[in-house]
């Protein structure tokens, strides 16, 4: 993976968790 995207894929696993929890 490249550098830009461990940040990309986090706020996606944010964003999922987020939506787990709702």
Do not use: N, P, Q
């Not at 461990?6 to 787990?20: H, P, W």
């Amino acid at each position: 993976l490249a550098k830009g995207d461990s940040a990309v894929i986090e706020d996606l696993i944010e964003f999922l968790y987020r939506g787990v929890k709702a």
